[in-house]
């Protein structure tokens, strides 16, 4: 009967204990990229083959912890567009921090609601903690100089932009340049698309493309993106990154090599490749 209620989903089953399965991977890491701190979830790359939707749900377990635990420190949080970030926020448990003020990133996208847009992060977070949130109305890329100019100076952007890069903390997912996120190719053109692939880049955070130094790659992509720049991050004290899977090894290691995020959520797949390259 237990077997079949949980199957059903009527009794979840959680194991509460100090052992961190991955201790020792995590303290590998944190050694040699010089971080704050990092958690290890299971791999998920029986779930993050190529073609394959992303289930975050092993690594948004993880996720949440390390949320919770900055979460809780902080003041003023920048949250940006991801899917591990997402599914680590869906299972946030509820605290209060009625103090903390939650910003989105960068702008988002027209469409159907799918949990991982930065607005829909900012009132997920905001539901959990009691905090309040801010909105950023515009989208993630602009379409040309012209209107990236009335964004930021017309809708009210750049003031909401500019009390974000006040933030002690960055909670933000890491994409493969490889495998350029379907929310990027709704709101980018051709042009766009072949100029990321004949870059140095390998990954991104929330559309701010970069090379494997964590320097920005794609230069005219980057002029129209409504959000942080890449340098306003790194002057964010708490920098979290939430990313897993073999493909995103390349890109996660950009960022911590280069200092971008200097606290690290990830599965065990990602983090044994991290320690098998040499520096």
Request: hydrophobic fraction near 45%; include cysteine.
């Amino acid at each position: 009967m237990l077997a079949e209620a949980k199957h059903l989903g009527i009794v979840k089953i959680t194991v509460n204990s100090d052992e961190r399965p991955f201790f020792e991977v995590e303290r590998a890491i944190v050694s040699k990229f010089g971080l704050k701190g990092v958690w290890v979830s299971p791999p998920v790359d029986s779930v993050d083959a190529p073609g394959q939707a992303f289930d975050g749900k092993v690594l948004g377990v993880t996720g949440a912890e390390a949320m919770h635990l900055l979460l809780s420190r902080a003041r003023r949080v920048v949250i940006g567009l991801s899917a591990a970030v997402s599914a680590s926020a869906e299972q946030l448990p509820k605290f209060s921090a009625p103090e903390l003020e939650i910003f989105p990133l960068a702008g988002g996208r027209a469409g159907r609601a799918s949990g991982s847009n930065p607005q829909e992060l900012v009132a997920t977070v905001a539901t959990a903690t009691g905090g309040q949130g801010y909105q950023l109305p515009a989208p993630l890329i602009a379409a040309d100089s012209r209107v990236y100019g009335a964004l930021m100076d017309r809708a009210g952007c750049a003031d909401v932009l500019d009390e974000a890069a006040r933030a002690d903390l960055l909670i933000v997912g890491v994409g493969s340049a490889d495998q350029v996120a379907p929310v990027f190719r709704q709101q980018t053109s051709e042009p766009d698309l072949e100029e990321i692939a004949r870059s140095s880049a390998v990954g991104d955070i929330s559309a701010r493309f970069f090379d494997s130094s964590g320097e920005p790659a794609v230069e005219d992509l980057d002029s129209r993106v409504i959000g942080l720049s890449l340098a306003q991050m790194r002057r964010i004290s708490n920098r979290l990154a939430i990313a897993g899977g073999q493909a995103k090894v390349a890109a996660v290691r950009a960022v911590l090599v280069s200092g971008m995020v200097n606290y690290l959520v990830t599965d065990l797949s990602c983090a044994q490749a991290l320690l098998e390259e040499s520096d």
